[in-house]
């Protein structure tokens, strides 16, 4: 009879088993508020990345969203703290378009660093890039999950091919954007004199 | 009694099988752990877990009942940062396809409304392994390479000049999975499209992009016979997320769990 009783109770685990799995998931999104109702946002248009619903992490352990970074051009850069040469440089270029700047020139912009490694970008971990990259304590550093960083990649026009060592192949870009959210300019290339994007700040700020 | 056990242990077995399959969701084929050959990899095979696949590409008529709870979707409605200008340009109004292509695959796309669409339906989009690797599917076998007459007919199917209107889905052949329309009906999106490094981009990364530089009579690639994954590849390394085109549809994946 145990023996029986033995197989009922496998017979009854694996049914339950297999019906749980069948259960449908209910859709997880279809809340769309930023298209449906307008948004407390003035003047944002339809081009602008305070539009995207993704929540971020910062290094400080914050979370952020984009409409967060209204009021301030922004200089950001998608990069990876594990990433052995071109992000280290692209984060240099971003310090010398900041020592570019004038003190009260300075205040009015934002610098921003989002990784494209969420897995590994912990806070911790973006913590410890920062510090050894001496940043600024105002310079923020972002990562999400999987799903956010693509559409923030495809978003800036960023292309990131994973590679099997956990690294990535990136294009290496500075973006700027307006106090309004909208990409104004991208930089495409490494080690490039910071003129032009200087004088793109300058008139964003102006 | 010890055919009671097995009789016993045999229906359980069955019950499980049988729930296993059914586990597949309505629309989808589940297409079993295995790998598949990108371009660029030598022979060096990719393996891609187990996962479900929309057996058709998304109509119009099906795009048309998301958009009634997405309304933001919306030709009239949906924001640049998420679609160029022709997204939905085939539709006759805001609202409505050709009522003759309520069945064919919508096209004029972005890959932002593809990414939500299958959201909402609790899916997601197919990554690029995933789609090549159904794509490498025969009509009867897995390896379609292996199947007589296989490519001439995909490379047929690319080679065809696109109609004015767009057949409906499943109007081409199912392959081995039961999947229909990989060839010849649309390009579709996938997830991570954007994995491609272009060769402007690749000279200051490492750059597996290297391995197709020359794509047109690269010896790096993995199978020179595959010309329809060129084009799909050399496509991909071209769009951007916004972008729309006439002959660009998606269909959705899940991950099988």
């Given at each position: 009879m145990k023996k029986i009783s033995r197989y009922f109770i496998l017979l009854l685990a694996v049914t339950a088993l297999s019906c749980s799995q069948m259960k449908q998931e209910a859709?997880?999104?279809?809340?769309?508020k930023q298209h449906e109702s307008p948004e407390p946002?003035?003047?944002?248009?339809?081009?602008?990345?305070?539009?995207?619903?993704s929540k971020w992490e910062t290094y400080r352990n914050d979370t952020l969203k984009f409409?967060?970074?209204?009021g301030k051009p922004v200089v950001a850069a998608m990069i990876f703290?594990?990433?052995?040469s071109a992000c280290p440089r692209i984060v240099a270029d971003m310090k010398i378009l900041e020592e570019g700047l004038t003190t009260a020139e300075r205040e009015q912009v934002r610098f921003l660093l989002i990784s494209m490694d969420p897995k590994r970008d912990n806070p911790e971990q973006m913590q410890k890039f920062a510090s050894d990259h001496r940043l600024n304590p105002d310079w923020i550093m972002i990562r999400s999950d999987r799903m956010a960083t693509l559409e923030m990649a495809n978003v800036l026009g960023v292309r990131i091919n994973p590679l099997d060592d956990g690294g990535f192949d990136h294009s290496n870009t500075i973006h700027i954007l307006n106090k309004t959210g909208e990409i104004a300019y991208q930089q495409h290339g490494l080690?490039?004199?910071?003129t032009e994007l200087l004088k793109q700040i300058r008139t964003l700020i102006n | 009694m010890s055919i009671v056990y097995r009789i016993l242990f045999s229906s359980a077995l069955l019950v499980a099988a049988f729930n296993l399959r059914a586990q597949?969701?309505?629309g989808m084929a589940m297409i079993p752990e295995g790998n598949y050959l990108p371009l660029?990899?030598?022979?060096?095979r990719t393996s891609v877990a187990p996962f479900y696949i929309d057996k058709h590409p998304v109509t119009n008529g099906e795009f048309l009942k998301f958009l009634e709870s997405e309304?933001?979707?919306?030709k009239s409605a949906v924001k640049r940062l998420f679609a160029d200008?022709?997204?939905?340009?085939?539709?006759?109004?805001d609202g409505m396809?050709?009522?003759?292509?309520?069945?064919?695959p919508v096209v004029n796309i972005s890959w932002f409304a593809a990414k939500k669409y299958c959201e909402c339906q609790g899916k997601r989009l197919p990554t690029t392994a995933e789609w090549e690797r159904v794509a490498e599917a025969g009509w009867t076998v897995a390896?379609?390479?292996?199947?007589?007459g296989f490519n001439e007919w995909i490379l047929a199917m690319a080679s065809k000049p696109a109609p004015r209107s767009l057949p409906a889905v499943g109007t081409t052949k199912a392959n081995y999975?039961?999947?229909?329309?990989?060839?010849?009906l649309v390009w579709e999106w996938t997830?991570?499209?954007?994995?491609i490094m272009s060769t402007g981009e690749s000279r200051a990364a490492t750059g597996s992009g290297d391995g197709l530089?020359?794509?047109?009579?690269?010896?790096?690639?993995?199978?020179?016979?595959n010309y329809a994954a060129f084009l799909r590849y050399a496509l991909r390394s071209s769009l951007k997320a916004g972008h729309v085109l006439q002959n660009l549809g998606f269909r959705c994946a899940a991950d099988k769990k």
């Open positions: 859709p997880s999104c279809c809340s769309t946002l003035p003047a944002v248009s339809g081009e602008s990345l305070f539009l995207l619903d409409e967060d970074l209204a703290t594990n990433c052995p080690a490039l004199e910071p | 597949t969701p309505a660029y990899a030598g022979n060096n309304p933001g979707w919306k200008e022709g997204y939905l340009k085939h539709w006759v109004s396809y050709r009522s003759a292509e309520k069945n064919s390896d379609g390479s292996r199947e007589p999975y039961g999947v229909w329309d990989m060839h010849g997830l991570d499209f954007n994995s530089f020359c794509a047109g009579g690269s010896a790096t690639s993995g199978d020179v016979s």
